[in-house]
């Protein structure tokens, strides 16, 4: 059993996680550009970074219901 801090918690880093991927998708289906000062951040990296966010927000949610 989990304590309340615990499950506030995983609810809130896995509401950031499904943020961050929804984030990431939206960046390839509109093709917004990134810049870091002079750098283009690559879209691989959402390619990337799409399904790891992804999955950490379910796993976050998953512990959450356990």
Same mark, same amino acid.
């Given at each position: 059993m989990t304590s309340v801090s615990h499950r506030v918690y995983l609810v809130l880093s896995g509401s950031? #996680? #499904?943020m961050v991927s929804l984030l990431h998708m939206l960046? !390839? !289906?509109?093709?917004w550009p990134i810049l870091v000062g002079p750098w283009a951040v690559p879209y691989s990296l959402s390619y990337v970074g799409f399904p790891v966010a992804f999955a950490y927000g379910i796993w976050a949610f998953w512990l959450c219901r356990s």
């Open positions: 950031i #996680f #499904f960046r !390839l !289906l509109y093709h």
